[in-house]
């Protein structure tokens, strides 16, 4: 059996609820201290190589190699036996967060620990999970991810990937439709919590580069990206809403090299300028949205929930008046499986993402797309078989 290391960040209820700084899960609740309190940690899954490089290797559907959907309902039940070490804290509950010392937060030891794998050639991808997930899959899923990227064969292999889970209080239910909008408000409530995180990032961002600039410490010169999956990107929506109340100057703090929205259960409207994520190529260096026309569960959310068009479905609504950072890429033809849904985690599309993490430009021949038209923002996958 292998060790798989996966770091976290979470805004769930720890269980039981005695065991603060011990637990053996988180539920389906916020935690106690608030819905903006969040929790830094290492969890650690115990998993069969054999299984998992079955999994990597695997064609789907002539497609591949990699078949992360599969990997990812295997680490799901491996996640029930995993190993969890929260960062423990020791803060002075009258005093507030600015005036603490800084050493007492969970988030110093994270951002430290994250800092020294970064020195080892290691890019960071903060993944924030979709709706209907309990925290066994969201480990799953973002270990999943993290296997699936660093496959052999693929992208730069001097150049590793470390995936950093956020996990939200999504319901898990057996019954979705319920779920959905119980969802719905807690995605809105934990935006705020992601929102906190990302002012945190950009503030040990900063005194890193102050250190460095005064030769106490070296930059690793790594990049941390960012990809959010289905409700994942309202998550997002509402981060950025509190980015911006509570941000210091003008812009937001460009803290990401590339932004992923996979599957995005937002309105197809939302990257314009004035709309919820209109901002967003503030905050990254390069934008893409993946979408794909044929899937269920966001036709099941326009057409159930009387939602608008969803951005996850068919792309943004004009293409020609978002921001030039912001590249949409169809993968209708490429997308395997009945619900398709989780296609970030397909071979193909899966290895356009790592392409882009290891730099190569849109247009680079290494990937499997065309363009679709005039726009040279649009694209779609190409189907072609290994």
């Given at each position: ?38 929790r830094f ?6 998993v ?9 290797k ?36 009258g ?15 994270f ?11 290691t890019?960071?991808?903060i ?17 999943a ?6 496959r ?15 996990t ?8 979705p ?94 990257l314009?300028?004035?709309k919820?994520l ?7 260096q ?17 057409v ?5 068009q969803r ?9 020609f008046?978002?921001?030039s ?19 970030y985690?397909?071979?193909?599309v ?25 726009l040279?923002?649009v694209w ?7």
């Amino acid at each position: 059996m292998k060790s798989l290391p996966l770091y976290y960040a979470t805004n769930r209820n720890h269980l039981p609820e005695a065991s603060r700084w011990n637990p053996s899960s988180y539920g389906t609740d916020f935690s106690e201290d608030g819905r903006e309190n969040l929790r830094f940690g290492k969890v650690t899954i115990s998993v069969n190589q054999t299984e998992v490089n079955k999994c990597l290797k695997q064609k789907v559907d002539g497609m591949g190699p990699g078949d992360g959907e599969t990997l990812e309902s295997y680490f799901w039940k491996s996640a029930e036996t995993a190993k969890i070490e929260p960062f423990k804290e020791n803060l002075d509950g009258g005093v507030p967060d600015d005036k603490q010392d800084p050493t007492k937060f969970g988030s110093q030891a994270f951002f430290s620990d994250l800092k020294e794998e970064m020195m080892k050639s290691t890019d960071v991808l903060i993944y924030i999970h979709g709706y209907n997930v309990s925290w066994n899959e969201a480990v799953g899923s973002a270990a999943a991810l993290q296997e699936m990227l660093n496959r052999k064969g693929q992208g730069d292999k001097d150049q590793k990937v470390m995936v950093v889970l956020f996990t939200w209080p999504s319901d898990g239910s057996l019954f979705p439709f319920r779920a959905y909008k119980a969802d719905r408000a807690d995605a809105r409530d934990s935006g705020y919590a992601v929102g906190r995180a990302f002012l945190k990032l950009r503030d040990f961002l900063e005194d890193l580069r102050n250190d460095a600039r005064e030769g106490k410490t070296k930059l690793c010169r790594q990049d941390i990206h960012l990809l959010c999956h289905s409700m994942g990107n309202y998550v997002l929506q509402n981060a950025i809403d509190r980015l911006g109340k509570f941000n210091l100057g003008t812009n937001l703090p460009r803290m990401f090299e590339h932004i992923f929205l996979c599957s995005a259960d937002v309105d197809d409207s939302v990257l314009e300028e004035g709309k919820p994520l209109g901002r967003l190529h503030e905050l990254g260096q390069n934008i893409s949205v993946y979408y794909n026309r044929d899937d269920r569960a966001l036709l099941v959310s326009d057409v159930t929930k009387s939602n608008p068009q969803r951005l996850g479905t068919n792309g943004a609504a004009r293409p020609f008046i978002v921001h030039s950072k912001i590249h949409q890429i169809d993968c209708t033809s490429v997308v395997p499986g009945l619900v398709e849904h989780s296609y970030y985690l397909a071979g193909t599309v899966n290895t356009d993402i790592r392409l882009s993490i290891d730099g190569q430009g849109q247009d680079s021949p290494k990937r499997k797309r065309e363009m679709t038209g005039e726009l040279p923002n649009v694209w779609r996958m190409k189907r072609v078989r290994n």
